[in-house]
């Protein structure tokens, strides 16, 4: 799992997380908008047109930025708690090795609050990873 790091020169502080897996592109994107979702975003509906608002049980809310069948979803992603959004990328990239899944999140408040969402993000690619298997029957 490699994760980048910091501030950036005009996104304030950013955190990304990936990790490869050994199933294709479309096989995550089936599982990370049915099955997965949850796990990821919570209980919610997400329609992927541009502009469409979700909010899940949570209480995270945005809209949809962009979305690039079986390879990008752009987002703003905002808890109830936070005073701003922050826009989460959530990607895949076929690689050798098998498939890269990534979600990297821009936008954050310093140091403490990408902390927080490094071990946010970590846990929910161990989750999705643990589902992707579960779902395979490896």
Do not use: C
């Not at 919610?44 to 047109?49: A, E």
């Not at 209480?59 to 005073?83: C, F, K």
């Not at 922050?86 to 890269?100: D, I, M, Q, R």
């Amino acid at each position: 799992m490699n994760n980048t790091t910091g501030p950036t020169k005009d996104a304030g502080w950013e955190v990304g997380v990936r990790r490869t897996v050994g199933v294709s592109p479309n096989v995550i994107w089936a599982f990370l908008l049915g099955d997965g979702l949850p796990i990821w975003l919570g209980n919610t509906k997400l329609r992927l047109d541009k502009g469409a608002r979700y909010e899940t049980d949570d209480d995270i809310a945005g809209h949809v930025i962009s979305y690039s069948p079986n390879a990008r979803l752009r987002m703003t992603w905002q808890p109830g708690e936070w005073e701003h959004d922050s826009v989460l990328h959530v990607y895949t990239k076929a690689t050798p090795e098998g498939t890269v899944i990534g979600f990297q999140q821009e936008r954050l408040k310093g140091r403490e609050e990408r902390k927080i969402m490094l071990g946010h993000w970590k846990d929910i690619l161990e989750q999705l990873d643990a589902g992707l298997l579960a779902q395979s029957g490896k």
